[in-house]
């Protein structure tokens, strides 16, 4: 119910009220007897019909508006709660909420806040007042999305405008006039005993309450009304309550001094600042819910004088305030309730005596007088030197901005502040400028954080800010590296775990950040790409986050290239469908149309080869797809090879079975395109089978192919192939290449570098904050992932696109194929040394040759040095990893969402979470040399591989034959049309080319750890690359065809084509 005596303090132990009592009804009785009280008690809410209640409401309202910008101009004050103490910090709502939810207010967010502590009425804090708390749901000086304004008293001490203006007059009027509006009603006795506090000790002992009744409409869309409270979150007991004896003369108490009072009037601001300075100050906001009935609710659950009994407190938000806010900042502040979210509103007030025309009256008076109030200049100043680096204009044509910059230095005492950065008679933050400011400001204690804030319209791309404080000689690096949006807060460059924070305020705006950050990082829920890893949803590249879209100079690069390779293309009209060419080496004028001299010394060395065994066998070691190899263990039951089929081809005098049991026998199946839809639009019929093929390691170190099945039913019209063959087994090599060429392109190049690590990439942005050091130990390897693998989704796989225009499973058959293969994915292929044992080819011995395997292997041991000696200076335990709760949000996402089991798939792998050092080492090693070692692997030497169509087809035009005795113009005729294989060409190119503006292994451009150690473990890893270059490039001058798609050199960071 709502009534005019609030229950006892008992019923409500967080109230923090104790054994006190409002003695304000008893004290009315006893001056002026039982009779007086309640006749005044039954009519002190009866109010007179107004004539014009619309005018009444308007000429009401006006008055207190100006009452509040008189003040203002007047003292360059607010109206009333003038003197105040301001601090920064952040709310989060609570995890667990037990009243009805709305998005808005939705379980955990989190939002930076403004806070104000005042007096209500008068300057000093020794005298008996109101006290105030106002928070802002947001680091503005004005608007946010919600303001919440309260008060000391658990009742307010008007309900009505009129009465505003009688409690004004009462208790600004002297002790005479203070006395005589006590004792006018009862309310008004007991309502002023409510809200005054005398000698409180802190303002964050107190309680405050909104004295006003929302309308709140949660989710489930049933309006209910709300009113808040604030409370210390320890529950300390309030202080300042007034004692019997003072509830009895509280007349001589309003704007009285003490004659012997000795403390200072500022006394409670003094004591908040030291308290913010000692450490954080932590409330919880309460909400109490009424089931609202308007049929039946009487008006006074409105009414701010009367108290919801019997209606809970519930946990709403827990409030950290960290930094203090400057004089200045705090007087341009303003809180109002017309800020506020969608499912918070008042009730339209009817009249000057309606009990919402409280809410009416403060939605139209309060904000205005903001533009007039001054803060005082700060006292004991010094200079920061804040030197800001714009980007480079090369890279990114907007780096630079004319917008008016401003900057906020927060510290452990404080925080400056806001000051403009500008030089007169200079063009500040040019792209490429590294400019020094003198900021004049407080002394905040050690530096923590900065805000950068840009007000106008353009954009902004920051590199490094570096703050030097010139009273201590302090010097901070704030690593930045992204756009500047209109607000963005940055930490300093040393790298930090979420339980070493030791300030609630920094763990907080870790979430903070996080949570926007998955406000923009969202998953797709495109259906066409169901069954695959998660990705971001963005339809196209300038759908990103402008932070992970490419650079104007790479993204200038990427589109030039592909622009003019196709143009010099339609130019010689060949990209038109012919008819397959009479011999294979006519393929090769596609190619020297265009192709640069370095590129063209390889694939001429292709060409010449091409058709011989021991290219074919070379080639699945070290070209574009060296992870389909296997070793054969035992010939698989659908593949009928007989020791007599094959023993003129093997070297050592030994049966087909002796040679298996040796290791020297190898198999690829292609047993996965079994029932995928192959490419067929009019026309363009392409085939390809899917094939078994056997190879052999001779004698004399190279691996042949000895035996090929092009299906996997073995029968009549299904004949082993050998290189008896001739023709057919030339044309039965192009089927199985043709069958490679969808497995590499779509399984181990798209799939298991590109969309596979974009299911990490997404958890990532969304779970690591921009100060833990695996966020910025992966970032560079991560950056581009989302880019490129967004243009990839509209350029090559999507309706029309590369993969339709040059693979044999085009036209939905890659996309079913992907899902197909991301179903059995597991996560040891992401293991480069145990991924080769489980294929059996981790023996040098056995197999020989294999540089892709040696090359890797000595790349992946520097990768795991590096993460090794990259993270042991932050883990120090096992204990270290499990504690560390983002690092256990970010794989836990992977699991259920970025590389997600769906339906019918097989686990894949992923922990639910880390439990050890060695496994959190472990799985950085895994992404960053699948990002960077076996991208680069698997994707720059395409060219070389598929310039020469006949090589490596990827397409059949024919089905792969049924029968022996194939013939020369039969093998020819199943090569590719010329549209396809110049199709895939120009494909092979563009993918295969190196950016301008490359970044390789081991280069760490943008300074994000700028600690010495970690810069010393880089420099190590650096160091352990530039041998393994020497190394490389020492055997390779040994090699007809050099093995250099693992150099170091060659090894771009991340996965950026």
Same mark, same amino acid.
């Given at each position: ?547 992970? $879209? ?41 190619? #020297? ?77 292609? #047993? ?39 299906? $996997? ?120 040394? /145990? ?9 040098? #011995? ?95 030497? $395409? ?33 590719? /049309? ?80």
């Amino acid at each position: 119910m709502a009534s005019d005596i609030p229950s006892s303090a008992k019923e409500d132990e967080e109230s923090g009220l104790g054994n006190w009592e409002n003695l304000g009804y008893e004290i009315f009785k006893t001056k002026l007897g039982e009779e007086v009280f309640e006749a005044k008690r039954k009519t002190q809410y009866q109010f007179p019909s107004p004539t014009f209640p619309s005018v009444g409401l308007s000429w009401n309202t006006g008055l207190l508006k100006v009452g509040f910008l008189a003040a203002a101009y007047k003292t360059t004050k607010r109206g009333s709660h003038k003197r105040g103490v301001g601090a920064a910090g952040y709310a989060k709502i609570v995890d667990n909420p037990q009243y009805p939810q709305d998005n808005f207010f939705r379980k955990g967010r989190i939002f930076e806040v403004r806070l104000r502590h005042a007096n209500v009425f008068f300057t000093d804090d020794t005298v008996a007042d109101g006290r105030s708390i106002s928070i802002k749901f947001e680091d503005a000086e004005s608007g946010g999305p919600f303001d919440l304004i309260c008060n000391t008293g658990r009742v307010g001490p008007f309900c009505t405008l009129p009465w505003v203006t009688e409690f004004g007059k009462g208790t600004n009027s002297g002790p005479k006039a203070a006395e005589e509006y006590c004792y006018k009603n009862p309310a008004n006795y007991l309502t002023t005993v409510e809200a005054l506090r005398l000698h409180p000790d802190s303002y964050a002992d107190l309680r405050y309450y909104t004295q006003v009744s929302y309308v709140y409409t949660p989710e489930d869309g049933r309006k209910r009304l709300a009113r808040f409270r604030v409370i210390p979150r320890d529950l300390r007991p309030e202080t300042g309550l007034l004692s019997e004896e003072d509830q009895k003369q509280l007349w001589h108490l309003i704007d009285q001094r003490h004659p012997d009072e000795t403390r200072s009037a500022t006394y409670l601001q003094d004591e908040y600042k030291k308290r913010i300075k000692d450490g954080e100050v932590q409330y919880t906001i309460q909400i109490q819910i009424h089931e609202w009935d308007p049929e039946k609710d009487s008006d006074a659950f409105f009414s701010v004088m009367h108290y919801w009994n019997n209606h809970p407190w519930m946990d709403f938000a827990h409030v950290t305030s960290a930094t203090l806010l400057s004089d200045s900042d705090m007087e341009k502040t303003s809180f109002a309730p017309n800020n506020r979210p969608a499912s918070l509103d008042f009730v339209k007030a009817k009249s000057q005596y309606d009990y919402n025309s409280i809410a009416h009256a403060r939605l139209h008076a309060y904000n205005k007088s903001r533009k007039v109030r001054k803060g005082k200049a700060p006292d004991n100043t010094i200079v920061y030197m804040v030197t800001v680096s714009t980007s480079s204009g090369r890279e990114r044509k907007e780096a630079g901005t004319d917008d008016d910059v401003f900057i906020t230095i927060i510290g452990t005492e404080g925080r400056t502040r806001k000051t403009q950065l500008e030089t007169t008679f200079y063009d500040d933050f040019e792209a490429g400028d590294t400019k020094v400011y003198k900021v004049q400001a407080e002394h905040v204690g050690e530096i923590l954080m900065l805000n950068i804030e840009r007000k106008g319209n353009d954009n902004w791309h920051v590199g490094m800010i570096h703050v030097v404080n010139s009273l201590t000689s302090e010097e901070v690096e704030f690593p930045c590296y992204r756009w500047v949006p209109n607000k963005l807060t940055l930490r300093s460059g040393k790298a930090v775990l979420p339980f070493q924070e030791t300030r609630e305020e920094l763990r907080l705006q870790r979430k903070f950040e996080i949570q926007q950050r998955q406000e923009v990082y969202t998953y797709s829920t495109n259906k066409t790409y169901e069954g695959f890893p998660g990705f971001i949803g963005a339809a196209e590249h300038a759908d990103l986050p402008p932070d992970v $879209q490419f650079n104007d100079l790479k993204l200038h690069d990427f589109k030039h290239s592909a622009d003019s390779t196709k143009r010099k293309y339609k130019l010689a009209g060949l990209l038109e469908l012919f008819d397959t060419w009479d011999h294979p080496n006519k393929y090769v004028e596609i190619y #020297e149309r265009f192709a640069d001299e370095e590129n063209l010394t390889i694939v001429r060395k292709v060409m010449g080869a091409w058709d011989k065994d021991e290219e074919f066998g070379r080639q699945f070691l070290n070209a574009i797809n060296p992870n389909q190899l296997r070793r054969c263990d035992k010939l698989p039951a659908n593949f009928p090879v007989t020791n007599a089929m094959v023993q003129k081809f093997m070297t050592r005098d030994k049966t087909l079975e002796e040679e298996i049991k040796d290791g020297h026998v190898y198999i690829l199946s292609y #047993e996965a395109l079994e029932g995928i839809p192959r490419m067929k639009v009019k026309k363009d019929v392409r085939h390809t089978p899917e094939p078994i093929c056997l190879l052999y390691v001779r004698a004399s170190k190279e691996l042949v192919p000895i035996a090929i099945q092009l299906f $996997q039913t073995p029968g009549e019209n299904n004949p082993i192939w050998t290189p008896d063959d001739s023709w057919g087994w030339q044309l039965a090599k192009m089927n199985v290449k043709a069958a490679d060429a969808q497995m590499h392109q779509l399984n181990t190049h798209l799939l298991k570098t590109h969309l596979i690590m974009e299911g990490f990439t997404v958890p990532f942005f969304r779970s690591l904050p921009s100060v833990h050091p695996v966020y910025k130990l992966l970032l560079p390897h991560l950056r581009h992932t989302m880019a490129i693998n967004t243009i990839g989704r509209v350029a090559l796989v999507s309706e029309g696109g590369s993969v339709d225009q040059t693979l044999a499973v085009g036209g939905g058959g890659h996309v079913t194929l992907m899902a197909k293969m991301f179903a059995t994915f597991h996560l040891v292929e992401y293991d480069f040394p /145990a991924f080769l044992k489980l294929r059996g080819v981790a023996d040098t #011995e056995k197999l020989p040759n294999y540089f892709y395997r040696d090359d890797g292997l000595l790349m992946w041991n520097a990768i795991s040095n590096f993460t090794t000696g990259m993270m042991s200076l932050y883990y120090h335990s096992d204990e270290h990893v499990q504690k560390d709760e983002e690092l256990q949000a970010w794989i836990k996402e992977v699991h259920t969402k970025g590389l997600k089991v769906w339906p019918g798939n097989e686990d894949h792998g992923v922990p639910a979470s880390l439990t050890t050092f060695q496994q959190l080492q472990h799985l950085l090693t895994c992404i960053i040399f699948n990002a960077s070692c076996q991208h680069a692997a698997v994707n720059f030497g $395409q060219l070389h591989s598929y310039a020469f169509a006949p090589n490596c087809p990827t397409a059949m035009s024919t089905p792969g034959p049924t029968k022996k005795d194939v013939t020369y113009e039969e093998m020819v005729a199943g090569l590719p /049309a010329k549209s396809v294989a110049t199709a895939g060409m120009v494909t092979a190119y563009l993918l295969s080319r190196f950016s301008d503006e490359e970044i390789w292994l081991g280069e760490y451009p943008d300074e994000l750890f700028t600690e010495d150690a970690p810069k010393e473990v880089m420099e190590q890893f650096r160091r352990e690359l530039k041998d393994i270059s020497l190394k490389i490039n020492e055997r390779n001058k040994t090699l007809e065809f050099p093995y250099i798609y693992l150099l170091p050199e060659r090894v771009p960071n991340s996965i950026a084509i």
